[in-house]
């Protein structure tokens, strides 16, 4: 599987490329900031929530899209200043790993789905440490694992 990084990109450019897959940071809360996610997408029915928001920054902006997938890397959401409240830590090991092993699943069956030509990661990885610290200092258990799943993603055959 050919793994790229993509930049910051418009919600309106991701939902017209129709040839490749988004990955992009999310919380367990499934929403923040102030774009609507359709009751009836694919993302709500997935997390089996309703009300969902999309921020317009941060790569979680394409949350909600049929060709964008989710990597949880916040536990949940908090709003700034305090949003490190969210953040995992090695303590929830066994939690994250599910989550995780979900989010991994889900890009792999859509890439069996939708064959596409790349699945293109934020460009400062999912594991920028900016807002869900998971570093290999801080977190290595969740680290690890993280780089773990993307190599086994990198090296998945359609």
């Known amino acids: 599987m050919k793994l790229v990084r993509y930049s910051q990109r418009l919600r309106s450019d991701v939902e017209k490329d129709k040839n490749n897959i988004y990955i992009f940071t999310d919380n367990c809360d499934r929403s923040s900031g102030k774009g609507v996610i359709p009751d009836d997408s694919?993302?709500?029915?997935?997390?089996?929530?309703?009300?969902?928001?999309?921020?317009?920054?941060t790569s979680a902006n394409i949350r909600g899209l049929e060709n964008a997938f989710p990597v949880t890397t916040q536990k949940r959401h908090v709003p700034r200043p305090n949003h490190f409240e969210g953040n995992w830590t090695d303590?929830?090991?066994?939690?994250?790993?599910?989550?995780i092993d979900a989010?991994?699943?889900?890009?792999?069956?859509?890439?069996?789905?939708f064959k596409p030509k790349e699945v293109r990661f934020p460009s400062g990885g999912i594991l920028n440490g900016l807002i869900?610290?998971?570093?290999?200092?801080?977190?290595?258990?969740?680290?690890?694992?993280i780089i773990q799943k993307e190599i086994e993603l990198r090296d998945f055959k359609v």
């Open 42 to 57: 694919s993302y709500s029915k997935r997390f089996g929530k309703t009300g969902l928001h999309y921020p317009s920054v």
């Open 132 to 145: 869900s610290r998971i570093t290999f200092f801080r977190t290595p258990l969740l680290y690890n694992y």
């Open 103 to 113: 989010d991994f699943e889900a890009i792999k069956e859509a890439c069996k789905k």
């Open 91 to 99: 303590d929830d090991f066994e939690e994250f790993k599910k989550v």
